[in-house]
Structure formats: structure tokens, C-alpha cells
């Protein structure tokens, strides 16, 4: 069984960066959509980053501008860079790989920004 893991996480100052990574234990037949959402203590969770099988990317308002989504089709992998990441970015993150046949998804990353 595939499964997805999500690295990168971890504490970082208003203002910082950090590098989010997702890959796949194993291949994943018919890639297409992967993207990430995220989900705060006591919010509902939010879609905010897509990117087709082409390299077609979307963003959600709140993160449009500071945030960059990437994949390696060959690697099943995608990944979010955030830049000028604020305290309201304080999530759990989860990354997501559509399938021919399902959705696999990670069990998340913390990313916490604070001094």
C-alpha cells in the first residue's frame, strides 16, 4: 500500500521561510491534481495551494503572493516553499496526490510562526 508523508515542518519567526516536501512510498498509477491544505486549531480546514499535471497552479487569497507550489512527477512528489510566513499561518499541513483510482493523502506537518 502507497502511502504519503510530509516533511518540513517546525517553528520558524514571522517573517521566515520553510520548505514543505510530500512524497510517495511508491508509484502512483495516473498522477494528476496534487496540492496541499491546512487546517488550524479550532478552524476548518483550508485548500491553498494546487498544481496540475502540467505544472497549472492555484492559490487561496490568504497565501497568494508568499507561497509557491512545485511537483516532480517522477519522484511522486510536490512541494510548497513559504516565504513572509505570519502567525495566522499556524497550521497543520497536509499534502494530497490524486490517483486514477483514489486519493492519497499525508498525515500532516506543523508548521507553527512565532517569536
Known amino acids: 500500500q502507497v502511502h504519503v508523508v510530509e516533511s518540513g515542518g517546525g517553528l520558524v519567526q514571522p517573517g521566515g521561510s520553510l520548505r514543505l516536501s510530500c512524497a510517495a512510498s511508491?508509484?502512483?498509477?495516473?498522477?494528476?491534481?496534487m496540492g496541499w491544505d491546512r487546517q488550524a486549531p479550532g478552524k476548518e480546514r483550508e485548500g491553498i495551494a494546487r498544481i496540475g499535471r502540467g505544472g497549472t497552479t492555484s492559490y487561496a487569497d490568504s497565501v497568494k503572493g508568499r507561497f509557491s507550489i512545485s511537483r516532480d512527477n517522477a519522484k511522486y512528489a510536490v512541494y510548497l516553499q513559504m516565504n513572509s510566513l505570519k502567525p495566522e499561518d499556524t497550521s497543520v499541513y497536509y499534502c494530497?496526490?490524486?490517483?486514477?483510482?483514489?486519493?492519497?493523502w499525508g498525515n500532516g506537518t506543523l508548521v507553527t510562526v512565532s517569536s
Open positions: 494530497f496526490i490524486n490517483g486514477r483510482d483514489m486519493t492519497y
Open positions: 511508491g508509484s502512483i498509477s495516473g498522477i494528476n491534481t
